[in-house]
């Protein structure tokens, strides 16, 4: 039969407002954290990245934030603009996982004029 | 910034054959993976490209199925064997120790079985 993929969250957001990205992780060993933006067809493209040492980062309008407390991720994207829409994956590293990265599910942004 | 070529970009392929797919890279790179991407759903690895050794394959991921080449510091090879439809996915290729050095990703290899 017809297999049917997961439903991604979605955010929708107007253009020019700020967007927030949020992400749980669940292994208090990771120490490396890295949003992706991925467009329709392509690959994950890298946005910023940030180490457990730090808990905020800031790059070309967007920021990483870091609670690790309650093991959460969150990603700033200021002004959005409709090139910012796409889906958005955080991905962990952790020591005992040597260098692959674990994905979360993913979120899909939506930017609308 | 690694450049990262796949090959093929695309393909529909016949149920029980196989497909191998091409990573190059334009620089020496100590770490390759293979990622899968179910439709509408995230990355998960499946296996470590090691140059001059057999890859390492995650929880759920078998040699059999899934054969991996590494001849050099610069170019994989993933093969998907014996395709049935649920292996209808984007194969994604990525280079970087995540951790070490940013982890890049190539255009994936969007493959379907019919």
């Known amino acids: 039969g017809e297999s049917v993929g997961l439903h991604l969250p979605t955010l929708s957001v107007q253009e020019g407002d700020n967007s927030i990205i949020n992400c749980a992780y669940s292994?208090?060993?990771?120490?490396?954290f890295i949003w992706y933006k991925q467009e329709s067809g392509k690959g994950p493209q890298f946005i910023i990245d940030?180490?457990?040492?730090?808990d905020k980062r800031q790059g070309q309008r967007v920021t990483v934030l870091l609670n690790k407390t309650v093991k959460h991720l969150s990603l700033q994207i200021a002004a959005t603009q409709p090139g910012d829409s796409a889906v958005y994956f955080c991905?962990?590293?952790?020591?005992?996982?040597?260098?692959?990265?674990?994905f979360g599910k993913g979120t899909s942004l939506l930017v609308t004029p | 910034s690694a450049v990262i070529s796949q090959k093929p970009s695309r393909d529909i392929c016949q149920r029980g054959t196989s497909l191998t797919i091409q990573c190059q890279v334009d620089?020496?790179?100590?770490?390759m993976f293979w990622y899968r991407q179910q439709p509408g759903q995230s990355l998960t690895l499946i296996a470590t490209?090691?140059?001059?050794?057999?890859?390492?394959?995650e929880s759920g991921f078998v040699i059999d199925k899934f054969p991996i080449s590494r001849p050099n510091l610069t170019f994989s090879t993933l093969t998907v064997s014996n395709m049935s439809p649920e292996d209808s996915s984007i194969y994604l290729c990525?280079?970087?120790?995540?951790?070490?050095?940013?982890?890049?990703f190539g255009q994936g290899t969007r493959l379907t079985v019919v």
């Open positions: 990525s280079v970087g120790a995540a951790g070490d050095t940013e982890a890049f």
């Open positions: 292994n208090s060993a990771s120490d490396y």
């Open positions: 940030i180490r457990s040492n730090m």
């Open positions: 991905a962990e590293n952790s020591p005992n996982s040597g260098y692959a990265l674990n």
């Open positions: 620089s020496q790179v100590t770490m």
């Open positions: 490209a090691n140059q001059g050794s057999e890859a390492t394959y």
